[in-house]
């Protein structure tokens, strides 16, 4: 799991961690995702390729929390198992994009706990999909 600043906030503007200590919160866990996807795409060069590439990644990175929030406030099941499968797919997605920008626009190392986390985030909602019936 990526391990956040001292600065970072939880979606209340509140400090969420200790510095070394992780995010259990799926709700800040994909908030936090979202933020650090937005600032990679500004770390994206500026042509018409990498335009694309910084719109898909953002579309993806951010829809994922997103989809969780949606799921938090569902009313059946079906519709919060089918909102967790929308997360797992925008998760896949971000990781993909993320693996293709490694080493053509950044470094494997600037992106590597990204891209461990866009894993380990596929890897919880699977695991809540199992879990739910539809």
């Given amino acids: 799991m ?4 001292r600065s970072d906030t939880d979606s209340k503007g509140g400090m969420l961690i200790r510095e070394g200590k992780s995010v259990y919160n799926l709700k800040d866990r994909t908030f936090l995702f979202a933020k ?3 600032e990679i795409a500004e770390m994206i060069p500026v042509n018409p390729t990498s335009n694309i590439i910084r719109v898909q990644l953002i579309k993806a990175g951010t829809s994922v929390g997103a989809n969780i929030e949606e799921a938090d406030g569902s009313f059946t099941k079906p519709d919060f198992r089918n909102k967790m499968v929308i997360a ?3 998760a896949r997605e971000a990781n ?3 693996r293709l920008i490694t080493g053509k626009y950044m470094t494997p190392e600037e992106l590597s706990q990204d891209i461990k986390e866009s894993i380990e985030l596929i890897k919880i909602f699977s695991s809540i999909i199992s879990k739910v019936k539809a």
């Fill in 96 to 98: 993909y994009w993320l």
């Fill in 36 to 38: 650090r996807i937005i």
């Fill in 88 to 90: 797992r797919k925008e």
């Fill in 2 to 5: 990526r391990e956040y600043k």
